[in-house]
């Protein structure tokens, strides 16, 4: 029997805020900070301590609600999830159950299959918890509390997923759209955007739900895409075999590429939920909701499409400048610098020629000596032919050290173009005479040999010959 994979999403999301949600404490790396180095009464959960609502924290999370085509609610309430553990000093997570910040959103996936739309079921707020590490020398744990009381939106999905394709477009698209929005640093390996799935899977053309299991620790996109691909196959031969899926959560385990069980599943009542008595309930002004709307700016997918459209770039090629927003603002520098060439080639030498070298001097587009406009007057000299793409290499180098214009690295170093066609037919003479066997072996035929001697004439123009002139010298003498 075939069966269809259905897939429900968790992300939760922190709001990269100067301030902890519920606290002054303020928001550090989770990974460089010194453990427990940002922790006060209220977030280490004293007895006797008053949460307060971080405005930013509310700010941050409206833009994610609205991005995502969410209502948001005039009135939401916190609520106190219980349980015990060590990473919650509280005994009770304050998050929001019944009345969440938002609701009802959707966004639109272009997969391979065509377009898809997945509905936002709700978005709400709440608090992280501390960070346990477990020794594996001593039989102990260690409880860093710098990260309780970080603010979190947890987005959350209808079962709308078919597959490990559409769950990766999504969580890209989020990370994108969290990136642009200037919420979140998308940087899942540091855990600041968690991405749970849960997966069933049902006799194809049934209605009816199966049971689901959910997938913790998905660091990266590649394990969100394998950790499904995976549990779809597990729970597919499962059922295959006679044996029915248990609800339960499972953790993956990047070595062996594989997820094992961590939990059975705890239903909504276990938690006990309970309205927060120490926070009133959350007010969200209509004036203040439009006036995040108006200064929301261009969604990624929006722009994806923009730059598809305006610079003739594949879908690949201007996802990539979305997701990499300061690359993809140099980008239409260029172009609005007038471009210099075509589009392609100047998105091939902003991601490529530019970014090669930024990377090896480990310079950020802030502090590069390059503007656009002198990058767009080097690609005009290479495309008007007064250099070849060779020396324009070279007069780069020359601009990234000096942050001179193009004009004046190509006339320094002597690398205009030789298009002089006299000039190239002597040196076209001269490389035959002097390799003469090579010469023989061309005029037989043999392959490769061309562009072998084609390298000699141009080390002997000093790599500045115009290719195709020599090219065109190089026939005639055959
Ligand atoms: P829980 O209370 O266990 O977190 P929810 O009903 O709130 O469960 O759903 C959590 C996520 O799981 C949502 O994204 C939802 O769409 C998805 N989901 C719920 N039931 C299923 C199912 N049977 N199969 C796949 N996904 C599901
Ligand atoms: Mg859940
Ligand atoms: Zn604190």
């Not at 959960?45 to 995502?68: D, I």
């Not at 499409?305 to 770039?313: H, I, K, N, P």
């Not at 997701?323 to 471009?339: I, L, T």
Request: hydrophobic residues 40%.
């Amino acid at each position: 029997m075939p069966y269809e994979p259905v897939i429900g999403l968790e992300v939760h999301i922190e709001m990269q805020t100067r301030s902890k949600m519920f606290c002054a404490c303020p928001v550090v790396d989770s990974v460089s900070a010194p453990p427990n180095s940002a922790v006060c009464p209220v977030c280490a959960g004293h007895p006797g301590t008053l949460p307060v609502v971080n405005q930013a924290a509310v700010e941050y999370a409206l833009r994610v609600a609205l991005a995502l085509g969410c209502r948001v609610n005039p009135v939401s309430i916190f609520a106190r999830k219980n349980y015990f553990y060590p990473d919650i000093p509280k005994g009770y997570q304050i998050s929001q159950y019944e009345q969440p910040l938002a609701e009802q959103g959707q966004i639109l996936l272009q997969t391979s299959q065509g377009e898809r739309l997945i509905r936002i079921r709700r978005a709400h707020l709440e608090e992280d918890t501390g960070k346990l590490t477990h020794l594996t020398a001593e039989p102990c744990s260690l409880v860093d509390l710098n990260r309780a009381g970080v603010p979190l939106l947890e987005v959350v999905t209808e079962p709308d997923f078919h597959s490990a394709e559409e769950v990766r477009l999504y969580a890209e698209a989020l990370r994108a759209l969290v990136r642009t929005l200037g919420v979140n640093s998308g940087d899942l390996e540091k855990g600041v955007m968690r991405i749970e799935p849960n997966i069933s899977i049902r006799p194809a053309g049934t209605e009816t739900l199966g049971t689901k299991v959910e997938i913790k620790n998905l660091n990266s996109f590649r394990a969100l895409e394998r950790g499904v691909t995976y549990e779809i196959a597990r729970q597919t031969s499962l059922l295959e075999a006679g044996g029915k899926v248990l609800q339960e959560t499972v953790g993956w385990d990047e070595a062996a590429q594989a997820t094992f069980s961590q939990r059975s599943k705890e239903d909504a009542h276990d938690y006990r939920y309970l309205p927060e008595p120490d926070l009133p309930p959350l007010r969200v002004e209509d004036a203040w909701v439009e006036a995040v709307r108006a200064r929301l700016p261009e969604m990624p997918w929006a722009r994806r499409a923009r730059l598809e459209a305006e610079f003739g770039l594949s879908r690949a090629e201007a996802w990539q400048l979305v997701e990499n927003d300061e690359a993809g603002r140099y980008f239409e520098s260029v172009m609005a610098a007038g471009g210099g060439s075509a589009a392609r080639t100047a998105f091939a030498w902003v991601t490529g020629e530019l970014s090669a070298r930024m990377n090896a001097a480990k310079v950020g587009f802030a502090s590069l000596s390059i503007q656009p406009r002198q990058l767009a007057d080097l690609l005009a000299r290479m495309a008007s032919g007064e250099v070849n793409q060779h020396s324009a290499k070279k007069a780069l180098d020359g601009m990234f050290a000096t942050g001179q214009e193009a004009g004046t690295v190509i006339a320094a170093l002597g690398l205009a173009q030789v298009s002089d066609e006299g000039l190239i037919t002597r040196l076209v003479e001269e490389t035959l005479a002097d390799f003469p066997a090579e010469a023989a072996n061309w005029r037989a035929g043999k392959p490769g040999v061309e562009n072998w001697l084609f390298g000699q004439v141009m080390r002997k123009a000093g790599g500045k010959a115009n290719p195709q002139n020599l090219r065109a010298a190089l026939e005639k003498a055959r």
